[in-house]
């Protein structure tokens, strides 16, 4: 979503928000708050194009997404983020509507899921601040779990204001993306059965591992495999699955360089592509660099495309990924069959 898409917040809060109350005016339901059907920003619904900057905070660290020029990006690392996921963010903060109060107690806060960082993970609230472009606070409020008793499509959900010891059941659809990875497009590109040519794991003072793939659609097959050893076929397997998809599980701006001998994975494609991963630290942290080149004419294209989106930060891969790196012959291999 461009920032061009951003003049439909504002109709599209409104709309929910007068639907809520609606709803809330039609049910015979009773409620101990003067407050049901109030919203719980009331201001925000007129001022949805001014949100300039989101910011979550839940148990694990502090995230934030910035509109810049014509997207939306993490502002630690200035890599883009879904747009989507800023504006149902915004418009869900403005059609919070009170519902029920609850509980007062911070003792209680974790059963409603909205208990301060350092209690368990899924008891920790998410606290969201909307900010203008001038970092002035515009909303900020604690979510909790979801809560299926309000009635109606959207149902409702825990809430608590920062500095405020009340908790409330609010309606409203406000969904907050967990973990902060689900703000990115985490699959880079992908280097099929078909696409895949060769593979290398070396460096970084352990075994070299290479691998190809003959032809188009046949599996990759272990080119190094010592005299006294056979191919593991499975594992073999799994190597390739470390490029379909090549993917992340967090991002960050280039830090430091990499060793002159670090741990590299290149793998080749049959259009022409060739992708360096070089680790950054130890393997076991997961954190590499990409380098993109096209091997021939056609590959330039999709080179130049690839490089827009893996060149100029660092990476952190999964945890398969990060196992795979570290392994030598041994883990690809096996004593012969007598």
Not at 53 to 58: E, K
Not at 88 to 98: E, I, K
Not at 323 to 329: A, R
């Amino acid at each position: 979503m461009n920032l061009k898409q951003t003049g439909i917040l504002a109709v599209v809060a409104a709309a929910a928000v007068l639907a809520t109350a609606v709803s809330q005016h039609a049910s015979t339901q009773g409620f101990a708050t003067d407050k049901r059907g109030e919203t719980v920003f009331p201001n925000m619904v007129g001022k949805l194009n001014d949100v300039a900057s989101v910011t979550i905070r839940d148990h694990e660290k502090t995230f934030t997404v910035e509109k810049r020029d014509d997207g939306f990006v993490a502002k630690d690392s200035s890599y883009p983020v879904k747009g989507d996921l800023f504006r149902d963010l915004a418009v869900g903060v403005a059609m919070l509507a009170y519902e029920e109060t609850k509980t007062a107690t911070p003792a209680r806060y974790a059963d409603l899921g909205l208990a301060e960082p350092g209690a368990a993970p899924d008891a920790v609230g998410r606290l969201v601040t909307l900010r203008d472009a001038k970092g002035a606070t515009m909303a900020s409020v604690i979510v909790g779990n979801r809560d299926a008793t309000v009635g109606g499509a959207r149902g409702g959900l825990y809430l608590r204001l920062p500095d405020q010891p009340q908790t409330w059941v609010a309606r409203g659809d406000l969904r907050v993306p967990a973990p902060h990875t689900a703000w990115f497009e985490i699959n880079l590109t992908n280097l099929n059965r078909d696409a895949l040519a060769e593979l290398r794991i070396n460096g970084g003072g352990l075994d070299e591992i290479q691998a190809a793939s003959p032809k188009k659609g046949e599996d990759i097959k272990l080119a190094n495999v010592p005299e006294d050893r056979e191919a593991d076929t499975s594992k073999v397997m799994r190597l390739s699955f470390m490029v379909d998809p090549i993917s992340f599980q967090d991002v960050r701006k280039q830090e430091g360089a990499p060793a002159p001998d670090a741990r590299t994975l290149t793998v080749t494609s049959r259009n022409g592509v060739r992708i360096t991963a070089t680790v950054l630290g130890a393997i076991a942290d997961g954190w590499v660099r990409f380098k993109v080149e096209p091997t021939s004419d056609e590959g330039k294209a999709e080179a130049d495309d690839l490089k827009k989106k893996m060149e100029g930060f660092d990476f952190k891969l999964g945890a398969n990924e990060i196992e795979m790196l570290g392994w030598g012959m041994k883990d690809v291999t096996t004593e012969p069959k007598k």
